[in-house]
């Protein structure tokens, strides 16, 4: 399990002088829908500028930092600037796992959602980040390390989906025959669609524990990706990968058209615009990998429409 990153809690941000008021999600009451997905161009996250966020988390300076990692180093950056940024850099013991956090955010983007906290390519000196001699980060020959900077969300709280009576109650909600309770809707298609997700990048990690954390409105935020993109993916993984996406036989057919669409030069062109052009977030044969998850997953989901009926395997 590894440690969330968290800031106390709080209801007021301010982004380029403005307030936002933040919609504190009670517990006990049913998640409201999500907000439409932003027109092209005008992108937000919780209510942000996406391009915003990127440009702040990327050059914004650091004032401090703070570790936040238990099993992986994860700082805190605290930026002389109206948001705050994690980072997790390239590690001698978790390699280059940090491209992962910027291919799902990428991937996320093509999918129509905005669910993943943006993320982008950030190097930092080594006299910036004040480690120990002995630490397992990786320095470049000009004495900075490569990692992904991440939007600090100022709101987590745990979802408590992970938990065995949790996930018996949502798994029996998607399947087919069984109804899905009229005020969780919006959790269920949050739910379905972060198993879509999750098989397209292969995440194995995601019900380990604390990896399903929600905002302060309530909703899912698919955060913590660093168990996804392996390489080689092996049959194994494939396996395991479908056997989380088996849990649900109800889906947005938005997400699967947009996964339907998806291709090598579609891909490659959203991953291009990170700016880090010599390390862009997924290999070759990532690209390869996501797309063969994709074709699994479109050959299950087909299937379920022949069997169903397309009415009732696309609820949403």
């Known amino acids: 399990m590894r440690t969330p990153w968290r800031r106390p809690l709080a209801t007021v941000g301010a982004l380029a002088g403005a307030l936002v008021l933040v919609p504190v999600w009670v517990p006990g009451q ?49 930026l002389a600037a109206e948001l705050d940024a994690a980072w997790k850099p390239r ?61 600090w969300v100022p709101v987590l709280r745990d979802s408590m989906i992970d938990r065995p009576r949790d996930q018996e109650r949502w798994t029996s909600w998607l399947r087919q025959g069984n109804t ?27 019900w380990s524990g604390g990896n399903v954390a929600m905002d302060a409105t309530g909703h899912l935020l698919y955060r913590d990706n660093n168990g996804a993109f392996d390489e080689p993916f092996v049959e194994g993984l ?30 490659r062109a959203e991953m291009a615009l990170d700016p880090d052009r010599d390390h862009p977030p997924l290999t070759d044969p990532q690209v390869r990998s996501l797309l063969r998850r994709r074709d699994a997953l479109v050959t299950y989901v087909d299937g379920l429409v022949a069997r169903y009926g397309a009415q009732r395997v696309y609820v949403w």
Do not use: C
Not at 61 to 73: F, K, L, P, W
Not at 180 to 206: C, H, K
Not at 240 to 256: C, E, I, N, P
């Open 30 to 78: 049913p998640v409201p829908p999500p907000a439409p997905a932003p027109a092209p161009g005008g992108r937000t996250f919780l209510g942000l500028s996406e391009d915003r966020i990127l440009e702040v988390i990327r050059t914004g300076r650091i004032v401090s930092r703070q570790g936040v990692g238990s099993t992986s180093i994860n700082l805190h950056l605290h």
């Open 180 to 206: 899905i309770p009229a005020d969780q809707g919006a959790r269920a298609e949050e739910i379905s669609t972060l198993l879509v997700f999750d098989m397209l990048t292969g995440n194995w990690d995601r």
């Open 91 to 151: 590690t001698t013991n978790h390699g280059e796992r940090y491209r992962a956090e910027i291919a799902a955010f990428r991937l996320n983007r093509l999918l129509g959602l905005s669910r993943v906290p943006p993320a982008v390519s950030r190097s930092i000196p080594r006299s910036v980040l004040r480690l120990a001699a002995d630490t397992t980060v990786v320095f470049e020959r000009d004495g900075t390390a490569r990692g992904a900077a991440i939007y």
């Open 238 to 267: 494939m396996h395991r990968s479908m056997a989380g996406l088996r849990r649900t036989q109800k889906f947005h057919r938005g997400v699967l058209d947009r996964a339907r669409a998806l291709t090598e030069a579609s891909l």
